[in-house]
C-alpha cells in the first residue's frame, strides 16, 4: 500500500513540474515575441512619442528629415 501512495506522489510531482514547464516557456515565448512584434510596436507609438520626436527635429514615421 505504501508503495502505491509513494508512487502517486511522484507522479503527481512529476505532472505538476511538466505543468508548470509548459507554462513558464509559453510565457517566456510570448514576452520575448510581444516586445518584437510589429504590433506591439504600433501600440507604443502614441501622439506624445510622435511630437517627443518632432520637438528632437526629426519626425520618426516619415524619412523627411533626411532630405534636409
Keep these: 500500500?505504501?508503495?502505491y501512495w509513494h508512487e502517486l506522489?511522484?507522479?503527481?510531482?512529476?505532472?505538476i513540474f511538466n505543468c508548470?514547464?509548459?507554462i513558464n516557456r509559453y510565457l517566456f515565448q510570448v514576452q520575448s515575441h510581444s516586445a518584437h512584434s510589429p504590433a506591439f510596436r504600433?501600440?507604443?507609438y502614441t501622439?506624445?512619442?510622435a511630437l517627443h520626436y518632432k520637438?528632437?527635429?526629426h519626425n520618426s514615421?516619415?524619412?523627411?528629415?533626411h532630405s534636409a
Excluded: C
Design 47 to 49: 501622439p506624445e512619442k
Design 61 to 65: 514615421k516619415t524619412s523627411d528629415f
Design 42 to 44: 504600433r501600440k507604443s
Design 9 to 15: 506522489v511522484i507522479s503527481t510531482q512529476k505532472y
Design 55 to 57: 520637438s528632437l527635429g
Design 20 to 22: 508548470k514547464y509548459l
Design 1 to 3: 500500500m505504501f508503495a
